[in-house]
């Protein structure tokens, strides 16, 4: 169909380069302030739009909780639960994102499923750094084991 439009036969990788390209220019393009300084750096441009994470009421945090502590290392989940407790809970596990390289447990977005009946429970593990894979795997599964 393009084919038509242009008058000759456009390849999809040129395409998907362009678009990748596109994609890059707009994400980490150069934006300025007020004092005319242009600002790059995609950390800051995420920081200024991030917003402040704050624990509804209904939600009864338990924070910094000690699930293990492999080679002497203390790791920690933040337990966010409803205020009220009747019975058991359904728990969901939050890992983080961050390709095991980086990340934090704070402000986890499951934390909306408190509200309907859940517990969440956001866990830190030992990034590439400081361990070696599989060692992020075997964090969580302690996680797991203690939640239990």
């Known amino acids: 169909m393009l084919d038509a439009v242009f008058g000759f036969r456009l390849n999809p990788l040129i395409i998907g380069l362009g678009l990748l390209l596109a994609g890059v220019v707009v994400g980490y393009?150069?934006?300025?302030?007020?004092?005319?300084?242009?600002?790059?750096?995609?950390t800051v441009l995420v920081e200024m739009v991030r917003p402040e994470f704050v624990v509804p009421p209904e939600v009864q945090l338990l924070a910094d909780v000690e699930y293990a502590r492999?080679?002497?290392?203390?790791?920690?989940?933040?337990?966010?639960?409803?205020?009220?407790?009747?019975?058991?809970?359904?728990?969901?596990?939050?890992?983080?994102g961050g390709g095991w390289r980086s990340g934090s447990k704070a402000s986890p977005p499951a934390m909306e499923l408190v509200a309907k009946g859940y517990a969440v429970a956001?866990?830190?593990y030992r990034l590439s750094d400081a361990a070696l894979f599989p060692a992020q795997m075997e964090d969580c599964q302690a996680a797991v084991r203690w939640l239990r």
Request: proline share 14%; net charge negative; charged share 25%.
């Open 70 to 96: 492999p080679n002497g290392q203390p790791l920690h989940l933040d337990l966010y639960r409803p205020e009220e407790i009747v019975g058991p809970l359904p728990v969901v596990l939050w890992i983080h």
């Open 29 to 42: 393009g150069g934006r300025s302030d007020r004092d005319g300084r242009i600002e790059t750096e995609p």
């Open 122 to 124: 956001s866990v830190d």
